[in-house]
């Protein structure tokens, strides 16, 4: 059994993992890095050889995990790809969303080796997807299989976004298990994860928040408490609040917060703006919200907070008026998106707030305001000319990922007999690295180079 990292450096980037394991070639993931562009974005997948991947498994329909699909079953169309219901629902739109953007960046960059696939080359790709649901084992055809003599996957529900998954292989009395982006504790919509508590030789795990502790005292139901408070006083100020968010999680866990907020008598029904993207996810949340496992699963986002939708061409038809909430992607505040765009009528206000509630790279234009003191100038693309920060600015802690702490407990708790760091930047995979090396003795702590074999025994 062999395990090559597929992602061109150790970091958060273009999840791909291939796993040789019975003589079969099994693909954990087909990601794109968010921040680099063109062929560099892609997993390195001339390693895997083409035409010999027996099976492709996807565990969320985050671009890290999805963005470089098409590119892979372009290679190999003859594997089938396995992921749950809701995640190929949203992975097709996440998908054609993306080569959406990769046309406008060739023509406004020009990066010529965009887009990477077209929108006949998703569709083509999609025709191999077999979803599966969670909870229930099956053999590399898609078959229900409980023998062991032939290899079996298991989806189990990761609490990270909708249709998230761990990804269960077993073999000959053998287990593997791949965290995929997972969550242990209830967010305002998703349920903490439903991973297994025993019987795992080998985990490959996320290690995304490594390099931060839990603030001591931290709960999110006080989290949420702040952020209304937070709104109200924005509100008081005679403003709105801008928040940047990925259009696939955040959004859907912001709304629902908010709808939170209305029904404790916590925030008035206030106007709310979400982006195209994010409303198409909104819809397959509520879609799937009898059939997912979810905190209020009779609640349908769309309806019941009825948010005015803006599309990325629309954003000069909006203004940051008084209390209204625009709840805008990308989270990162990414150069062309609605949430950069919208921002330049923003920063410069101060009866205007900025709300950060997730993470943002600090190398990114959201994580360039939120290093820079008020007065100072800020750079929100490369095209227009720096603007100075005077509005009002707030940031909350609704990370989708585990806690350093309970990713580490999980370890603990299954005592592997090899943990595989994976999905975290080198501070992070480092504080696992150390943690697990002292309190797991008998456990092979790996950390795979990418392009090197690792042999998982
Ligand atoms: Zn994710
Ligand atoms: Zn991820």
């Given at each position: 059994?062999?395990?090559?990292?597929?992602?061109?450096?150790?970091?958060?980037?273009?999840?791909?993992?291939?796993?040789?394991?019975?003589?079969?070639?099994?693909?954990?993931?087909?990601?794109?890095?968010?921040?680099?562009?063109?062929?560099?974005?892609?997993?390195?997948?001339?390693?895997?050889?083409?035409?010999?991947?027996?099976?492709?498994?996807?565990?969320?329909?985050?671009?890290?995990?999805?963005?470089?699909?098409?590119?892979?079953?372009?290679?190999?169309?003859?594997?089938?790809?396995?992921?749950?219901?809701?995640?190929?629902?949203?992975?097709?739109?996440?998908?054609?969303?993306?080569?959406?953007?990769?046309?406008?960046?060739?023509?406004?960059?020009?990066?010529?080796?965009?887009?990477?696939?077209?929108?006949?080359?998703?569709?083509?790709?999609?025709?191999?997807?077999?979803?599966?649901?969670?909870?229930k084992r099956y053999n590399l055809l898609g078959e229900p299989s409980q023998d062991d003599s032939e290899i079996t996957f298991e989806f189990h529900d990761a609490g990270h976004i909708l249709g998230s998954a761990?990804?269960?292989?077993?073999?000959?009395?053998?287990?593997?298990?791949?965290?995929?982006?997972?969550?242990?504790?209830?967010?305002?919509?998703?349920?903490?994860?439903?991973?297994?508590?025993?019987?795992?030789?080998?985990?490959?795990?996320?290690?995304?928040?490594?390099?931060?502790?839990?603030?001591?005292?931290?709960?999110?139901?006080?989290?949420?408490?702040?952020?209304?408070?937070?709104?109200?006083?924005?509100?008081?100020?005679?403003?709105?609040?801008?928040?940047?968010?990925?259009?696939?999680?955040?959004?859907?866990?912001?709304?629902?917060?908010?709808?939170?907020?209305?029904?404790?008598?916590?925030?008035?029904?206030?106007p709310i703006y979400i982006g195209g993207l994010s409303t198409k996810i909104t819809g397959i949340y509520d879609a799937f919200a009898a059939s997912s496992i979810r905190s209020h699963p009779e609640r349908r986002?769309?309806?019941?907070?009825?948010?005015?939708?803006?599309?990325?061409?629309?954003?000069?038809?909006?203004?940051?008026?008084?209390?209204?909430?625009?709840?805008?992607?990308?989270?990162?505040?990414?150069?062309?998106?609605?949430?950069?765009?919208?921002?330049?009528?923003?920063?410069?206000?101060?009866?205007?707030?900025?709300?950060?509630?997730?993470?943002?790279?600090?190398?990114?234009?959201?994580?360039?305001?939120?290093?820079?003191?008020?007065?100072?100038?800020?750079?929100?693309?490369?095209?227009?000319?720096?603007?100075?920060?005077?509005?009002?600015?707030?940031?909350?802690?609704?990370?989708?990922?585990?806690?350093?702490?309970?990713?580490?407990?999980?370890?603990?708790?299954?005592?592997?007999?090899?943990?595989?760091?994976?999905?975290?930047?080198?501070?992070?995979?480092?504080?696992?690295?150390?943690?697990?090396?002292?309190?797991?003795?008998?456990?092979?702590?790996?950390?795979?180079?990418?392009?090197?074999?690792?042999?998982?025994?």
């Amino acid at each position: 059994m062999e395990l090559v990292n597929l992602t061109r450096r150790t970091e958060i980037g273009s999840n791909s993992y291939w796993l040789k394991i019975g003589g079969k070639n099994l693909i954990l993931d087909a990601g794109l890095h968010p921040k680099l562009e063109g062929l560099a974005a892609t997993p390195d997948f001339s390693l895997v050889p083409a035409g010999k991947v027996d099976a492709i498994f996807v565990t969320h329909a985050h671009q890290d995990h999805v963005g470089g699909l098409p590119v892979l079953t372009r290679r190999e169309p003859q594997a089938r790809v396995f992921m749950t219901e809701p995640t190929a629902r949203i992975a097709d739109v996440m998908l054609h969303n993306s080569v959406n953007v990769m046309v406008r960046q060739r023509e406004d960059d020009g990066i010529t080796e965009y887009p990477l696939f077209t929108h006949r080359g998703v569709d083509f790709c999609a025709q191999a997807w077999a979803p599966r649901p969670v909870g229930k084992r099956y053999n590399l055809l898609g078959e229900p299989s409980q023998d062991d003599s032939e290899i079996t996957f298991e989806f189990h529900d990761a609490g990270h976004i909708l249709g998230s998954a761990g990804l269960l292989i077993r073999y000959k009395g053998r287990t593997i298990f791949y965290t995929g982006d997972v969550n242990f504790e209830n967010q305002t919509i998703m349920r903490g994860a439903s991973f297994p508590e025993s019987g795992v030789d080998v985990l490959i795990m996320e290690t995304t928040r490594g390099d931060s502790p839990v603030p001591p005292g931290f709960s999110r139901a006080d989290e949420e408490d702040r952020l209304a408070r937070g709104i109200r006083r924005a509100f008081e100020r005679g403003g709105s609040v801008t928040i940047p968010v990925f259009a696939l999680g955040k959004t859907q866990e912001l709304l629902a917060m908010l709808w939170k907020m209305r029904i404790r008598g916590l925030l008035a029904h206030v106007p709310i703006y979400i982006g195209g993207l994010s409303t198409k996810i909104t819809g397959i949340y509520d879609a799937f919200a009898a059939s997912s496992i979810r905190s209020h699963p009779e609640r349908r986002l769309l309806p019941e907070m009825a948010p005015d939708v803006r599309s990325g061409h629309e954003s000069n038809t909006i203004s940051p008026r008084k209390k209204c909430i625009f709840a805008l992607s990308s989270g990162m505040m990414t150069e062309h998106t609605l949430s950069n765009i919208f921002c330049r009528k923003v920063l410069g206000d101060e009866n205007q707030s900025l709300f950060f509630v997730g993470y943002s790279d600090p190398d990114s234009p959201a994580g360039r305001i939120r290093r820079a003191e008020t007065g100072q100038q800020v750079r929100l693309d490369q095209e227009t000319s720096p603007l100075t920060l005077r509005c009002h600015i707030e940031e909350f802690q609704f990370s989708a990922h585990a806690s350093r702490e309970t990713l580490r407990n999980y370890a603990l708790l299954l005592k592997p007999s090899k943990v595989v760091l994976v999905h975290g930047d080198k501070p992070a995979i480092d504080w696992f690295q150390l943690a697990l090396f002292k309190e797991l003795r008998g456990t092979e702590v790996i950390i795979p180079e990418p392009g090197r074999p690792v042999n998982l025994g």
